[in-house]
């Protein structure tokens, strides 16, 4: 055996140590590099996570694994579905642990109180979905609105149905009968009256959908011109006095010259007949429908005012809905296909203008048509006109 030597064995050992340490070193920083490249994913998920919750327009919860809220928007609060760090609706923890468990996404409708004093109650659709990391997803959004107006969109196919159907079966019942009464001239003259009343009835009715088409349409104000306001009423008051005679009401108007409005002529007086025929339909027999004229602070409004039974104070926000009709006061005996007011709405809306509605049980109604005012730039055009 040959002699190495002390110093060949201690470089031999120094050596070997050596080469372990390095590669106990690089074995090290490989695991710790692994442990880098795990974090950094694991933030950049969560980067991806927070952007995605920031970026979609639903109100949302976020949930760890334990069922914990991570990250939840203010409305989840709002709405009483979070209290502190849970969840405290049951349903929607019901969803949550079916989710965890099959790792499918479950829709629910939520109906609860908008606040907890209050009776009014807010419908929220509810989507649970699962996340990367054991974590689950709760998103939501208020479907009230949209539940609303499905319901008026019912009500409107139940009513505009009875509407049609009863003067279209009531000309066909006539004509038949002034057929088989060809040889009564004075049946015929009765029955000829009433099929007159049930063809205008039927007109009125189409004319009303074919005249909220077109204030629907986004071009109202394509034919705009200088109105005069009193021309307008004057023209509005003539359209409905033959029903209101008929009815036994008496049609006031003062006469307010030189008010002037810039718009489409035939839309302004289809919404001041709309609003004057709406006073006669529901003022008391042998009333009086009154209309005003006045300008206010660079607004000219016009003021339809009944002596009717009023609207109650639940339904006067509906008012103005297409096809609402409410009940009691306003019922469908009155007549109306229930569009006159939202037409109303939609012609002041297109005129940069609004509708306001004041209504006392017992004491009536006034609905006052606002739009801007051009008299005064109108004056000065004339003046200097008159000076040339």
Known sequence: MPDIGIPHLLLAIIGGILTGWILASTRLRSLRSQEDIDMMSSELADRDVQSLLAAIPQAHILLTRMGDVEKASTEAYSFGIVRGSRIIRSEIVAAVQEVAKTGDVKDLELSLRRSFSGTARVVLSVRVAPMSGERTLVLFFDTTEAKRLEETRRDFVANISHELKTPIGAIGLLSETIQDCADEPEHVVTFAEKLQRESARLASLVQD???????????????????DVDDIVSEAIDRCRIEAESRGLTIVAVPTPQVSVVGDRALLTTAIRNLIDNAIRYSNPGGRVSIGVSRHEGEVRIAVVDQGAG???????????????????????KGGSGLGLSIVKHVAADHGGRVMLWSE?????????????????VQNIEEEEAHE
């Open 361 to 377: 049980a017992g004491k009536g109604s006034t609905f006052t048509f606002i739009v801007p005012d051009v008299t005064p730039a």
């Open 311 to 333: 609207i109650p104070d639940e339904q006067k926000d509906r008012v103005f809905e297409r096809f609402y009709r409410g009940d009691d006061a306003r019922t469908r005996d």
């Open 209 to 227: 959908i074919i005249e909220l088409s077109r204030v629907q349409n986004g071009a109202a104000l394509a034919s705009s011109e200088l109105v």
